[in-house]
Protein backbone atom coordinates (compact mmCIF):
# COMPACT_ATOMS: atom_id res chain seq x y z
CA UNK A 1 0.00 0.00 0.00
CA UNK A 2 1.16 3.46 -0.72
CA UNK A 3 1.90 6.22 1.77
CA UNK A 4 -1.26 7.90 2.99
CA UNK A 5 0.33 10.16 5.05
CA UNK A 6 3.76 12.06 4.62
CA UNK A 7 4.33 12.57 8.00
CA UNK A 8 2.74 11.04 11.49
CA UNK A 9 3.16 12.47 14.94
CA UNK A 10 2.88 10.56 17.92
CA UNK A 11 2.26 12.19 21.46
CA UNK A 12 2.78 9.64 23.69
CA UNK A 13 5.10 6.46 23.47
CA UNK A 14 3.13 3.55 25.13
CA UNK A 15 1.86 0.42 23.96
CA UNK A 16 -0.72 2.07 21.59
CA UNK A 17 1.64 4.19 19.38
CA UNK A 18 4.51 2.03 19.58
CA UNK A 19 2.27 -0.42 17.83
CA UNK A 20 0.50 1.82 15.43
CA UNK A 21 4.27 2.78 14.36
CA UNK A 22 5.26 -0.67 13.61
CA UNK A 23 1.74 -1.33 11.66
CA UNK A 24 2.19 1.73 9.90
CA UNK A 25 5.76 0.23 8.93
CA UNK A 26 4.69 -3.13 7.92
CA UNK A 27 2.17 -1.95 5.29
CA UNK A 28 4.29 1.61 4.08
CA UNK A 29 1.50 3.95 5.05
CA UNK A 30 3.57 6.80 5.85
CA UNK A 31 6.66 8.61 4.88
CA UNK A 32 8.20 9.22 8.39
CA UNK A 33 6.91 9.46 11.54
CA UNK A 34 8.24 11.42 14.55
CA UNK A 35 7.04 11.34 18.48
CA UNK A 36 7.72 12.48 21.72
CA UNK A 37 6.98 11.16 25.16
CA UNK A 38 6.52 13.03 28.79
CA UNK A 39 9.29 11.05 30.38
CA UNK A 40 13.04 10.94 28.85
CA UNK A 41 13.45 7.26 29.63
CA UNK A 42 10.51 6.62 26.88
CA UNK A 43 12.16 9.25 24.54
CA UNK A 44 15.84 7.24 24.90
CA UNK A 45 14.04 3.60 24.76
CA UNK A 46 12.24 5.03 21.53
CA UNK A 47 15.30 6.48 19.94
CA UNK A 48 17.14 3.19 20.79
CA UNK A 49 15.20 0.98 19.60
CA UNK A 50 14.72 3.39 16.36
CA UNK A 51 10.73 3.45 17.10
CA UNK A 52 10.07 6.54 14.96
CA UNK A 53 12.44 8.28 12.28
CA UNK A 54 12.68 11.62 15.33
CA UNK A 55 12.30 11.43 18.92
CA UNK A 56 11.44 15.05 20.41
CA UNK A 57 11.72 16.58 23.52
CA UNK A 58 8.14 18.14 23.33
CA UNK A 59 5.44 17.99 21.37
CA UNK A 60 5.45 21.59 19.34
CA UNK A 61 8.47 20.16 17.67
CA UNK A 62 7.29 16.81 16.99
CA UNK A 63 4.02 18.13 15.36
CA UNK A 64 5.80 20.48 12.76
CA UNK A 65 4.92 19.49 9.49
CA UNK A 66 2.92 16.12 10.38
CA UNK A 67 -0.57 16.04 8.14
CA UNK A 68 -1.57 13.26 10.91
CA UNK A 69 -1.43 13.76 14.71
CA UNK A 70 -2.04 10.83 17.02
CA UNK A 71 -2.78 11.88 20.45
CA UNK A 72 -1.57 8.51 22.48
CA UNK A 73 -1.99 10.27 26.46
CA UNK A 74 -4.33 9.60 28.94
CA UNK A 75 -7.46 11.16 28.42
CA UNK A 76 -6.67 13.88 31.30
CA UNK A 77 -3.30 15.22 29.68
CA UNK A 78 -5.21 15.70 26.48
CA UNK A 79 -5.99 19.55 26.90
CA UNK A 80 -2.90 20.65 27.81
CA UNK A 81 -1.40 18.88 24.93
CA UNK A 82 -4.03 20.42 22.60
CA UNK A 83 -3.11 23.49 23.98
CA UNK A 84 0.87 23.70 23.13
CA UNK A 85 0.65 21.71 19.68
CA UNK A 86 -2.54 24.25 18.59
CA UNK A 87 0.01 27.32 17.58
CA UNK A 88 2.78 24.10 15.41
CA UNK A 89 0.29 22.46 13.82
CA UNK A 90 -0.18 22.58 9.61
CA UNK A 91 -3.19 23.82 8.03
CA UNK A 92 -5.11 21.43 6.87
CA UNK A 93 -3.70 18.35 9.38
CA UNK A 94 -5.69 15.84 10.92
CA UNK A 95 -5.61 15.65 14.81
CA UNK A 96 -6.77 12.17 15.70
CA UNK A 97 -6.66 10.56 19.59
CA UNK A 98 -6.72 6.51 20.79
CA UNK A 99 -8.18 7.57 24.24
CA UNK A 100 -10.64 5.30 25.58
CA UNK A 101 -13.66 8.26 26.17
CA UNK A 102 -14.93 10.40 23.68
CA UNK A 103 -17.00 12.94 25.13
CA UNK A 104 -14.61 13.86 27.65
CA UNK A 105 -11.56 14.09 24.67
CA UNK A 106 -13.92 16.19 22.10
CA UNK A 107 -14.13 18.80 24.79
CA UNK A 108 -11.02 18.82 26.09
CA UNK A 109 -9.40 19.17 22.79
CA UNK A 110 -11.51 20.46 20.06
CA UNK A 111 -12.21 24.43 21.39
CA UNK A 112 -8.08 24.40 21.02
CA UNK A 113 -7.48 23.79 17.63
CA UNK A 114 -7.61 25.98 15.00
CA UNK A 115 -9.42 26.47 11.75
CA UNK A 116 -8.40 24.56 8.82
CA UNK A 117 -7.13 21.54 11.29
CA UNK A 118 -9.19 18.16 11.18
CA UNK A 119 -10.10 16.94 14.60
CA UNK A 120 -10.99 13.26 14.09
CA UNK A 121 -10.94 11.02 17.42
CA UNK A 122 -11.10 7.54 18.01
CA UNK A 123 -10.58 4.94 20.01
CA UNK A 124 -8.63 1.48 19.25
CA UNK A 125 -10.15 -1.49 21.10
CA UNK A 126 -6.97 -3.51 21.49
CA UNK A 127 -4.21 -3.30 23.91
CA UNK A 128 -2.17 -5.71 26.88
CA UNK A 129 -1.45 -4.86 30.30
CA UNK A 130 1.88 -3.69 29.41
CA UNK A 131 2.84 -0.29 28.32
CA UNK A 132 6.20 1.80 27.10
CA UNK A 133 8.01 2.01 23.49
CA UNK A 134 9.05 -1.57 24.25
CA UNK A 135 5.60 -2.45 24.39
CA UNK A 136 4.11 -2.67 21.16
CA UNK A 137 3.89 -4.88 18.28
CA UNK A 138 2.74 -4.58 14.69
CA UNK A 139 -0.57 -7.33 14.86
CA UNK A 140 -2.25 -5.34 17.89
CA UNK A 141 -5.00 -4.38 15.41
CA UNK A 142 -5.61 -7.39 13.28
CA UNK A 143 -9.08 -8.04 13.25
CA UNK A 144 -10.00 -5.69 16.19
CA UNK A 145 -11.90 -2.73 16.01
CA UNK A 146 -11.31 1.14 15.81
CA UNK A 147 -14.03 3.56 16.77
CA UNK A 148 -13.91 6.86 14.67
CA UNK A 149 -16.58 9.40 16.37
CA UNK A 150 -16.56 11.96 13.77
CA UNK A 151 -17.95 15.49 14.25
CA UNK A 152 -20.48 16.67 12.76
CA UNK A 153 -19.48 18.97 9.10
CA UNK A 154 -16.38 16.74 9.27
CA UNK A 155 -14.22 17.09 6.27
CA UNK A 156 -15.06 13.51 4.44
CA UNK A 157 -11.79 13.42 2.61
CA UNK A 158 -9.81 13.71 6.08
CA UNK A 159 -12.08 10.50 7.71
CA UNK A 160 -11.72 8.30 4.55
CA UNK A 161 -7.73 8.86 4.56
CA UNK A 162 -8.26 7.74 8.36
CA UNK A 163 -10.24 5.23 7.87
CA UNK A 164 -7.64 3.77 5.32
CA UNK A 165 -4.79 4.23 8.09
CA UNK A 166 -6.96 1.88 10.34
CA UNK A 167 -7.47 -0.42 7.89
CA UNK A 168 -4.21 -0.37 6.20
CA UNK A 169 -3.02 -1.75 9.74
CA UNK A 170 -5.21 -4.58 10.34
CA UNK A 171 -8.15 -2.80 11.88
CA UNK A 172 -11.64 -3.40 10.90
CA UNK A 173 -13.29 0.19 11.07
CA UNK A 174 -16.54 1.57 12.83
CA UNK A 175 -18.18 4.89 12.80
CA UNK A 176 -20.12 5.90 16.31
CA UNK A 177 -21.49 9.61 17.96
CA UNK A 178 -19.52 10.28 20.88
CA UNK A 179 -22.20 9.68 23.58
CA UNK A 180 -23.01 5.94 22.25
CA UNK A 181 -19.35 5.09 22.36
CA UNK A 182 -19.38 6.14 25.04
CA UNK A 183 -21.94 3.87 26.40
CA UNK A 184 -20.73 1.10 24.57
CA UNK A 185 -17.69 1.21 26.42
CA UNK A 186 -19.03 1.75 29.78
CA UNK A 187 -20.29 -1.95 29.00
CA UNK A 188 -17.74 -3.54 27.29
CA UNK A 189 -14.49 -2.18 28.78
CA UNK A 190 -14.84 0.50 31.56
CA UNK A 191 -17.35 -1.60 34.24
CA UNK A 192 -15.53 -5.24 33.73
CA UNK A 193 -12.62 -3.21 33.98
CA UNK A 194 -13.63 -1.93 37.72
CA UNK A 195 -15.11 -5.24 38.76
CA UNK A 196 -11.80 -6.72 37.72
CA UNK A 197 -10.14 -3.99 40.40
CA UNK A 198 -12.80 -4.52 43.00
CA UNK A 199 -12.23 -8.84 42.46
CA UNK A 200 -8.61 -8.40 42.90
CA UNK A 201 -8.54 -5.60 45.83
CA UNK A 202 -11.45 -8.37 47.84
CA UNK A 203 -9.09 -11.03 47.52
CA UNK A 204 -6.25 -8.58 48.95
CA UNK A 205 -8.60 -8.23 52.01
CA UNK A 206 -9.68 -11.89 52.76
CA UNK A 207 -7.32 -12.34 55.23
CA UNK A 208 -8.48 -15.86 55.74
CA UNK A 209 -6.04 -16.53 52.79
CA UNK A 210 -2.65 -15.81 52.21
CA UNK A 211 -1.00 -14.17 49.55
CA UNK A 212 0.72 -17.46 48.56
CA UNK A 213 -2.46 -18.86 48.19
CA UNK A 214 -4.14 -16.36 46.06
CA UNK A 215 -1.08 -16.65 43.87
CA UNK A 216 -0.80 -20.24 43.34
CA UNK A 217 -4.19 -21.57 42.92
CA UNK A 218 -5.30 -18.61 41.19
CA UNK A 219 -7.54 -20.34 38.48
CA UNK A 220 -8.54 -18.73 35.05
CA UNK A 221 -11.26 -16.75 36.21
CA UNK A 222 -8.89 -14.89 38.88
CA UNK A 223 -6.10 -14.32 36.58
CA UNK A 224 -7.94 -12.97 33.95
CA UNK A 225 -9.09 -10.38 36.53
CA UNK A 226 -5.47 -9.86 37.38
CA UNK A 227 -4.25 -9.31 33.79
CA UNK A 228 -7.06 -6.83 33.41
CA UNK A 229 -6.55 -5.07 36.94
CA UNK A 230 -2.84 -4.72 36.13
CA UNK A 231 -3.15 -2.39 33.26
CA UNK A 232 -2.37 1.26 33.58
CA UNK A 233 -3.66 3.13 36.11
CA UNK A 234 -3.57 6.63 35.49
CA UNK A 235 -5.47 5.50 32.43
CA UNK A 236 -8.07 3.88 34.14
CA UNK A 237 -8.09 6.66 36.82
CA UNK A 238 -9.28 9.43 33.60
CA UNK A 239 -11.09 6.81 32.50
CA UNK A 240 -13.55 6.62 35.32
CA UNK A 241 -13.10 10.40 36.34
CA UNK A 242 -14.59 11.39 32.55
CA UNK A 243 -16.95 8.61 31.89
CA UNK A 244 -18.66 9.00 35.36
CA UNK A 245 -22.33 8.63 34.09
CA UNK A 246 -22.39 5.79 31.55
CA UNK A 247 -20.08 3.84 33.85
CA UNK A 248 -22.19 4.86 36.94
CA UNK A 249 -25.59 4.06 34.56
CA UNK A 250 -23.97 0.29 33.98
CA UNK A 251 -22.67 -0.02 37.61
CA UNK A 252 -26.27 0.18 38.77
CA UNK A 253 -27.86 -2.60 36.39
CA UNK A 254 -24.90 -4.52 37.21
CA UNK A 255 -25.80 -4.27 40.71
CA UNK A 256 -29.36 -5.16 40.15
CA UNK A 257 -28.19 -8.05 38.54
CA UNK A 258 -25.84 -9.41 41.18
CA UNK A 259 -28.61 -8.91 43.57
CA UNK A 260 -30.70 -11.36 41.31
CA UNK A 261 -27.78 -13.77 41.42
CA UNK A 262 -27.31 -13.87 45.12
CA UNK A 263 -31.23 -14.08 45.96
CA UNK A 264 -31.01 -17.02 43.63
CA UNK A 265 -27.79 -18.98 45.23
CA UNK A 266 -29.20 -18.22 48.91
CA UNK A 267 -32.82 -19.41 47.83
CA UNK A 268 -30.98 -22.69 45.66
CA UNK A 269 -33.01 -21.64 42.45
CA UNK A 270 -30.69 -23.75 40.34
CA UNK A 271 -33.18 -23.39 37.51
CA UNK A 272 -32.50 -19.71 37.36
CA UNK A 273 -28.53 -19.73 37.19
CA UNK A 274 -28.67 -22.39 34.88
CA UNK A 275 -30.64 -20.24 32.78
CA UNK A 276 -28.70 -17.51 33.50
CA UNK A 277 -25.52 -18.91 32.93
CA UNK A 278 -26.58 -20.35 29.23
CA UNK A 279 -27.55 -16.80 28.33
CA UNK A 280 -24.34 -15.64 28.89
CA UNK A 281 -22.16 -18.57 27.50
CA UNK A 282 -23.94 -17.70 24.47
CA UNK A 283 -22.78 -14.19 24.12
CA UNK A 284 -19.12 -15.56 24.74
CA UNK A 285 -19.74 -18.22 21.41
CA UNK A 286 -20.84 -14.88 19.72
CA UNK A 287 -17.39 -12.47 20.34
CA UNK A 288 -15.46 -16.54 19.23
CA UNK A 289 -18.20 -16.72 16.12
CA UNK A 290 -17.04 -12.96 15.31
CA UNK A 291 -13.34 -13.42 15.01
CA UNK A 292 -12.67 -11.36 18.32
CA UNK A 293 -11.43 -14.41 20.68
CA UNK A 294 -10.48 -18.01 20.32
CA UNK A 295 -11.23 -21.01 22.06
CA UNK A 296 -8.00 -22.37 22.27
CA UNK A 297 -7.07 -22.94 25.54
CA UNK A 298 -4.48 -19.85 25.63
CA UNK A 299 -7.18 -17.49 23.87
CA UNK A 300 -4.65 -17.04 20.90
CA UNK A 301 -3.43 -14.23 23.01
CA UNK A 302 0.70 -13.85 21.95
CA UNK A 303 2.81 -14.74 24.69
CA UNK A 304 5.79 -12.83 23.87
CA UNK A 305 3.90 -9.90 24.09
CA UNK A 306 1.26 -10.44 27.01
CA UNK A 307 -2.56 -11.13 26.95
CA UNK A 308 -4.73 -9.10 25.52
Known sequence: MSALYQRVAFIGLGLIASSMAHAIRRAG????????????????????????????????EAVEGADLVVLCVPVGAMEAVAREIAPHLAPGATVTDVGSVKQAVIHAVAPHLPQGVHFIPGHPLAGTEHSGPRSGFAELFDNRWCILTPPEGCDPTALQRLQAL????????????????????AVTSHTPHLIAYTMVGVADDLRRVTDSEVIKYSAAGFRDFTRIAASDPTMWRDVFLTNKEATLEILGRFTEELFVLQRAIRQGDGVLLHEYFTRTRAIRRGIIDAGQDTD?????????????
Open 296 to 308: APDFGRIRQHGAE
Open 166 to 185: WRGMGANVDLMDAPHHDLVL
Open 29 to 60: LAGAMTGTARSAESREIAREIALVDAVFETAA
